[in-house]
């Protein structure tokens, strides 16, 4: 046996070794240990544990013979091993989609809709090449929910082409939230939920540091992103960081011909600290984001006939060279974020916490043609403004875990926003509050997991407006409840399984309700309906997971039910203004399904190759009409051939790889329901290669190159508002270059 010598209790799973001889054993549950078949002569036993001086022992064998063994303890100080748990306040019986690491890097230089678009089931709804916005299972703008570093984002999100005012380059994770998450999100997230996630701050770090750069040819566009991290020796728990990006491009080309006034210009940075001391902690975390976005100046046409004629013939009346110039029309945006966050772990187990922010978002958007009674001094005024302005708060307790199985959270969130708008009207000047109650439980027993929750919300919105030059004002009042109820079973530590049902609301903005007038960015001519009804949803969706050494893959279906479902719906023909001529919709409602299916799969056939396939299959139905919906993602593939090749000298996981993303054309939509029908079907490649080169200890260099759309291929997509104009972008090929230094 083998005894702990001071206790003299087992010592189990120690080693025991023959010395000069391949062959060894473990001590049991009781600490004995056995070995046979051994020849008489003389052996030298050694035993040994982690915690343990070793102890050795000559012993001359003639016949069988016990030998125990007393340990005497050790103190032995390993190399330190730090580990990082990420905890997410998601429902765990959701399925979550995450991009992290080298995927995430070869994203870079991409908006965040555009970098979340390799995940399935979800895509983006494009206004151009330049703007798009993410959709997840078919949904889009309001019933989305951002979550930018724990704040509710917030923005004038209700336009197509009003993109999430957010820079990637403050994420190290990008996470999505498939399906109804109203109860721990708050109202509105009806389709889903983005996370953005920046790394944990360098509490009592050293300094460190790393620069981006990203060239595209397609635009000539280049992008520099840096941060500068670490923490301060002379004040222990205290972590900092700054981060910044530049980013400038210039006309997009098709495969055929360039779109005029489609650059854009971006400078965007942050700032954080934070300080932590036994259980307290507070961070600090203020954001700018600067975009000038030029808008396609062919959408906006002149008359009806010749808006016809370009939908017809399929090609822009302006055609143009390359040039940085962004001219009228133009969207101008800012949005400022400064979040205080400050929390405590009791001793008991119990945590509480408080995020407060305030978000400012200016929209300016220019119209192709100045007003007439514009003065000198005055040429440049927007004809649409926009200031939101949005305070938030939100207190989250935590409570321990009751025998150590259930655990739960119970939150309070309030949002109150005041909108200015000035220029021709589009939409009233508005406020708003909202408060939201929620309560969650979470118990894991055995292999399962379980979880329900349910919350309360409440909105009250206020409008005002003019008509025939009086002064109107509106109230409204919103109110429901959501919930969820979920399983996960975890069959194995490979094999697990997951389903949750769960329901949310959504009020109708104000967009919808008083929308009247041409929307500039998205050439389109909007109508509201001030008798809109609250949207409520009740979705079911389920996965399977298995996680193999060589292959994994994911099953997922759902099925989203919502009632009074708003929709913009095309008029049958363009309307007239004294802007020019222009897409007519109308927001209306009806009750609306979509049911649909999502698969991941990645096989490691040999060592050094894997093969990886996403399918994302979506059908949305009209249940009041009998009929399919409108601007509804189609059914689309994407496979991937990955070549890993091995390590050379300095240089570290290189690779390349070669991909074919197929989109099915639309079939699924009303007759003559469009001002064109859906495109055709397309498939376009892509190949990437990469390297990490390790320079020294603290200083490494990661590469990249991508061609997309490796063919030049010509197609437009369904989610791009401005298919009735121009094809997609070209060919574009892209380089990117990490610099990293320090820990």
């Known amino acids: 046996m083998v005894r702990d010598k001071h206790s003299s209790q087992p010592v189990i799973g120690a080693t025991v070794l023959i010395i000069g001889q391949n062959s060894g054993v473990f001590t049991d549950e009781k600490g004995r240990y ?37 340990l005497q303890e050790q103190e ?27 995927e995430l890097e070869n994203t870079r230089g991409k908006s965040l809709a555009e970098s979340l678009k390799g995940l399935p089931g979800v895509t983006s709804l494009q206004t151009g090449s330049s703007i798009s916005k993410p959709v997840i299972h078919g949904l889009h703008s309001n019933r989305v929910l951002i979550m930018n570093n724990g704040v509710r984002q917030e923005g004038q999100q209700w336009g197509s082409e009003h993109a ?96 005029d006034n489609t650059g854009t210009n971006e400078n965007n940075f942050s700032l954080a600290a934070g300080y932590r001391n036994k259980g307290f902690g507070i961070d600090l975390f203020y954001s700018r984001f600067d975009t000038k976005i030029g808008i396609f100046s062919g959408s906006h046409i002149g008359s009806v006939t010749d808006l016809l004629n370009v939908i017809k013939n399929g090609e822009p009346f302006i055609k143009s060279g390359f040039s940085y110039a962004i001219a009228r029309p133009n969207q101008n945006v800012t949005h400022d974020l400064i979040k205080a966050e400050t929390h405590y772990h009791f001793q008991n187990g119990n945590k509480i916490q408080w995020t407060a922010a305030r978000q400012i978002n200016n929209r300016n958007e220019y119209d192709l043609h100045r007003s007439r009674n514009d003065s000198i001094a005055a040429l440049n005024h927007p004809e ?77 919105l206020k409008t005002y407006r003019i008509v025939s030059k009086e002064k109107l004002s509106d109230d409204f009042d919103f109110k429901n409840f959501s919930g969820t109820l979920g399983a996960t079973k975890n069959f194995s530590g490979r094999l697990s399984a997951r389903l949750n049902a769960g329901t949310a609301w959504r009020a109708p903005n104000v967009s919808e309700l008083f929308s ?34 060589r292959l994994t893959f994911e099953v997922g279906g ?25 897409p007519y919709f109308k927001y209306t409602q ?77 079939k699924r939509v009303p007759a ?44 437009r997509d369904y989610l791009n508002r401005f298919r009735y104009y121009a094809d997609e972008m070209g060919r574009n090929i892209s380089i990117r270059f990490k610099y990293s230094f320090g820990a």
């Not at 009751?402 to 009233?428: C, D, E, H, W």
Request: proline share 5%.
């Open 672 to 715: 003559e329901s469009d001002f064109a029908p859906p495109p055709k079907a397309y498939s376009i490649w892509t190949i990437q290669a990469g390297s990490s080169i390790q320079l020294s200890n603290k200083h490494q260099l990661e590469t990249g190159i991508t061609v997309q759309n490796l063919f030049n291929t010509a197609y």
């Open 384 to 460: 649409l403004t926009f200031k939101l302005s949005t305070l938030t708060n939100d207190i989250v307790w935590d409570h321990k875990p009751i025998a150590g199985k259930l655990a739960g959270q119970v939150g309070v969130s309030t949002l109150y926003q005041y909108n200015l708008m000035s220029g021709r009207p589009l939409i009233p000047n508005f406020n708003q509050f909202n408060i939201g109650v929620f309560w969650m439980e979470r118990l894991v027993k055995n292999s399962w997991e379980l979880e329900a929750g349910v919350r309360y919300d409440y909105r009250k």
């Open 516 to 549: 009247d007038g041409v929307h500039h960015g998205a050439a389109a001519y909007e109508k509201g309906d001030a008798s809109l009804q609250p949207e409520m949803a009740v979705n079911t969706i389920g996965s399977v997971k298995y996680a193999g050494e």
């Open 34 to 70: 056995e070995l046979r078949d051994l020849c008489p002569g003389t052996y030298t036993l050694e035993c040994r544990i982690v915690g343990y001086s070793a102890f050795r022992q000559t012993i001359d064998l003639t016949s069988g013979h016990i030998e125990d063994f007393s």
């Open 164 to 259: 999430p005012e957010i820079d990637p380059f403050i994420a190290t994770r990008l996470s999505v939230v498939k399906g109804a998450a109203g109860v721990r999100y708050g109202s509105d997230a009806i389709g889903g939920v983005i996370l953005v996630e920046p790394e944990e701050l360098p509490f009592d770090k050293p300094l460190s540091s790393e620069l981006n750069t990203v060239g595209f040819s397609n635009g000539r566009q280049g992008v520099l992103s840096g941060t500068v991290q670490g923490g301060i020796k002379t004040l222990k728990g205290f972590g900092w960081r700054a981060q910044g990006t530049i980013k400038k491009s210039g006309n997009i080309r098709t495969p055929d011909y360039y779109l």
């Open 76 to 102: 032995i100080h390993l190399k330190d091993v730090e580990i990082t748990a990420h905890r997410s306040d998601t429902p765990a019986s959701q399925p979550l989609s995450t991009i992290s690491g080298n």
């Open 590 to 666: 009806t009750d609306a399904t979509f049911k649909g299916v999502d698969v991941s799969a990645s096989w490691k056939f040999v060592k050094t190759t894997t093969f990886s396939s996403k399918l994302s299959y979506l059908q949305a139905y009209d249940r009041r009409n009998d009929n399919y919906l409108v601007m509804i993602p189609a059914n689309r593939i994407d496979n991937q051939l990955k070549y890993d090749l091995p390590d050379f000298g300095n240089w570290h996981q290189t690779y390349i790889s070669a991909g074919n993303l197929f989109v099915a054309r639309q």
């Open 558 to 582: 759902y099925y989203n039910f919502i009632s009074d479902y708003i929709y913009l719906k095309p008029q049958p023909e363009p309307i007239l203004t004294i802007r020019g001529a222009f």
